[in-house]
């Protein structure tokens, strides 16, 4: 028997979460199969979790999957917040680039990651998330899928080999690191893995919106709409105890975590249909378009960064302070604007009245903001279009380099503000700017003289790889300036520095 779909209501509002420019991942295969309880204590009696489906081959044929979950005997089966814990490892593995099984992590960043508070009962959830996920492992019959070959296959594996807690507040202390699983990392590199919007994931409430949602979103990558039986989904996919078994109760525990993905716009609606164990759940992504139609929404960093050097090599060379053709400069600033997303009209509008010394500068300033980009500069990173468009309205009071020891910080900062100079709040923020560049700057010089030389070396590797297509086209200088900030900008955010307004809560 059909029934009512679960819609918004009428009044409801829906929260469309918009996705940070760096998002977290997850493994598509621990996407399938629950690794975990959905409460955030264990029976110390339960010792493993198991899950079977069936599907049918790309030969047509019926293949049983089996997925076993045992956990250590002295820590237990995976928890609930054991799995928010796993993507903020990857998160952090997203971070490094997917280069190599050893994560090098603060567990204050890791904790900033999660949301969590920085209390001591949180470093011990931490500490005891570790234990389980190093601890667990999982027996995949016919359900490990290999991204290599194209083929379903068996395989016992963990989720972490290995991991070294240390306390950041001891002299010479090391960073704290933890080793993936070599089948699950080579998963991640043979690119069996999607993105997963991390803001939005903790920001639902409960185990169940946080366990459907991964379920859901791996399949919302080849298709807008997913049917499946409503016992098969509970039991085997998201892990709601087979102590409920009519449909009824199921929906019970399902319909508010399906009512808070539809108010959260993830959904658009859910339908029933049938009778007891006939009984089938649809679900409509509220986006009618597949992810996987989408080049543009999952363009990953490399290639981004990859096609704005092409951009910047195409024409870096186009303006120099040699060309004193008035109208030939103002052409070629107008070109490079639109090549960085400004519309033409607004470049226009930008340029027109501007003395030849001022599209010189303007230049420079075009010159600087290529090289934020190519180093993946925090400045940049929400709205490199609205940076632009600021800057070169206000050209003036814009804060170069190679100025910085000739002009206060203040005026540097204060045109993004959106406030009036001559405002008490507007003051205060110009100086929490200058105060927070201080500290950042002051931070990027300690961690240079802390981490490994290791370290340092893989990430000098990749800000040059990065932006390779700049060598030649600007002064050896004004390269390794570039990759200099890149080498700062990475240990920052791999450390975890809080984002100015973060950082600026708790002075205001």
């Given at each position: 028997?059909?029934?009512?779909?679960?819609?918004?209501?009428?009044?409801?509002?829906?929260?469309l979460t918009e996705a940070r420019p760096v998002a977290s991942r997850d493994?598509?295969?621990?996407?399938?199969?629950?690794?975990?309880?959905?409460?955030?204590?264990?029976?110390?009696?339960?010792?493993?979790?198991?899950?079977?489906?069936?599907?049918?081959?790309?030969?047509?044929?019926?293949?049983?999957?089996?997925?076993?979950?045992?956990?250590?005997?002295?820590?237990?089966?995976?928890?609930?917040?054991?799995?928010?814990?796993?993507?903020?490892?990857?998160?952090?593995?997203?971070?490094?680039?997917?280069?190599?099984?050893?994560?090098?992590?603060?567990?204050?960043?890791?904790?900033?990651?999660?949301?969590?508070?920085?209390?001591?009962?949180?470093?011990?959830?931490?500490?005891?998330?570790?234990?389980?996920?190093?601890?667990?492992?999982?027996?995949?019959?016919?359900?490990?899928?290999?991204?290599?070959?194209?083929?379903?296959?068996?395989?016992?594996?963990?989720?972490?080999?290995?991991?070294?807690?240390?306390?950041?507040?001891?002299?010479?202390?090391?960073?704290?690191?933890?080793?993936?699983?070599?089948?699950?990392?080579?998963?991640?590199?043979?690119?069996?893995?999607?993105?997963?919007?991390?803001?939005?994931?903790?920001?639902?409430?409960?185990?169940?919106?946080?366990?459907?949602?991964?379920?859901?979103?791996?399949?919302?990558?080849?298709?807008?709409?997913?049917?499946?039986?409503?016992?098969?989904?509970?039991?085997?996919?998201?892990?709601?105890?087979?102590?409920?078994?009519?449909?009824?109760?199921?929906?019970q525990q399902l319909d508010p975590a399906v009512r808070e993905l539809v108010?959260?716009?993830?959904?658009?609606?859910?339908?029933?249909?049938?009778?007891?164990?006939?009984?089938?759940?649809?679900?409509?992504?509220?986006?009618?378009?597949?992810?996987?139609?989408?080049?543009?929404?999952?363009?990953?960093?490399?290639?981004?960064?990859?096609?704005?050097?092409?951009?910047?090599?195409?024409?870096?060379?186009?303006?120099?302070?040699?060309?004193?053709?008035?109208?030939?400069l103002y052409g070629k600033i107008v070109a490079r604007l639109e090549e960085?997303?400004?519309?033409?009209?607004?470049?226009?509008?930008?340029?027109?009245?501007?003395?030849?010394?001022?599209?010189?500068?303007?230049?420079?300033?075009?010159?600087?903001?290529?090289?934020?980009?190519?180093?993946?500069?925090?400045?940049?990173?929400?709205?490199?279009?609205?940076?632009?468009?600021?800057?070169?309205?206000?050209?003036?009071?814009?804060?170069?380099?190679?100025?910085?020891?000739?002009?206060?910080?203040?005026?540097?900062?204060?045109?993004?503000?959106?406030?009036?100079?001559?405002?008490?709040?507007?003051?205060?923020?110009?100086?929490?700017?200058?105060?927070?560049?201080?500290?950042?700057?002051?931070?990027?010089?300690?961690?240079?003289?802390?981490?490994?030389?290791?370290?340092?070396?893989?990430?000098?590797?990749?800000?040059?790889?990065?932006?390779?297509?700049?060598?030649?086209?600007?002064?050896?200088?004004?390269?390794?300036?570039?990759?200099?900030?890149?080498?700062?900008?990475?240990?920052?955010?791999?450390?975890?520095?809080?984002?100015?307004?973060?950082?600026?809560?708790?002075?205001?």
């Amino acid at each position: 028997m059909n029934e009512e779909p679960i819609r918004p209501q009428l009044g409801e509002q829906i929260v469309l979460t918009e996705a940070r420019p760096v998002a977290s991942r997850d493994e598509m295969n621990l996407a399938e199969f629950p690794l975990t309880v959905l409460s955030t204590r264990v029976s110390s009696s339960q010792k493993t979790l198991e899950f079977s489906d069936t599907i049918r081959s790309k030969e047509g044929e019926i293949l049983k999957r089996h997925w076993i979950v045992t956990g250590a005997d002295k820590f237990g089966l995976p928890t609930a917040s054991d799995d928010e814990v796993l993507l903020g490892l990857l998160k952090l593995t997203v971070g490094n680039g997917f280069r190599e099984r050893k994560i090098y992590f603060t567990r204050y960043e890791l904790l900033k990651i999660l949301r969590w508070t920085t209390e001591g009962r949180s470093y011990t959830r931490l500490q005891n998330a570790f234990d389980r996920l190093s601890g667990v492992r999982i027996k995949a019959t016919n359900a490990f899928y290999d991204n290599d070959s194209k083929a379903h296959s068996t395989r016992n594996f963990g989720i972490v080999d290995a991991y070294e807690i240390n306390h950041g507040g001891e002299t010479n202390s090391k960073p704290s690191f933890f080793i993936w699983s070599e089948v699950l990392f080579k998963s991640f590199q043979v690119g069996f893995i999607k993105k997963l919007d991390l803001d939005f994931y903790l920001n639902l409430k409960s185990a169940i919106s946080k366990r459907l949602y991964r379920y859901l979103d791996k399949h919302f990558w080849y298709k807008s709409r997913l049917e499946i039986n409503l016992f098969v989904l509970a039991h085997e996919k998201i892990g709601i105890s087979r102590n409920y078994k009519f449909a009824s109760s199921i929906r019970q525990q399902l319909d508010p975590a399906v009512r808070e993905l539809v108010s959260a716009g993830f959904i658009s609606r859910c339908e029933y249909a049938g009778r007891g164990s006939e009984t089938q759940v649809v679900f409509y992504a509220a986006s009618k378009t597949p992810r996987a139609l989408s080049r543009k929404a999952e363009q990953g960093s490399a290639q981004a960064v990859s096609s704005i050097s092409s951009v910047i090599s195409n024409s870096l060379a186009t303006v120099s302070s040699e060309d004193i053709d008035h109208g030939s400069l103002y052409g070629k600033i107008v070109a490079r604007l639109e090549e960085r997303g400004l519309k033409a009209k607004q470049a226009r509008s930008l340029l027109e009245r501007r003395s030849e010394g001022e599209l010189e500068r303007i230049a420079q300033i075009v010159d600087y903001f290529d090289t934020l980009v190519a180093s993946g500069s925090h400045l940049v990173n929400k709205s490199p279009v609205g940076f632009l468009y600021r800057a070169v309205e206000n050209a003036s009071d814009f804060v170069l380099p190679s100025e910085r020891s000739e002009k206060p910080l203040q005026t540097q900062l204060s045109f993004s503000g959106g406030e009036s100079k001559s405002t008490k709040s507007a003051a205060r923020q110009a100086i929490l700017q200058s105060e927070y560049l201080i500290a950042k700057k002051r931070e990027a010089q300690r961690l240079m003289e802390q981490v490994e030389d290791k370290l340092l070396q893989n990430i000098r590797r990749e800000i040059e790889q990065g932006i390779s297509k700049l060598r030649g086209k600007i002064s050896d200088a004004g390269f390794e300036q570039t990759v200099a900030h890149g080498i700062e900008e990475k240990l920052l955010k791999l450390f975890a520095f809080p984002e100015f307004e973060e950082w600026a809560r708790g002075r205001r």
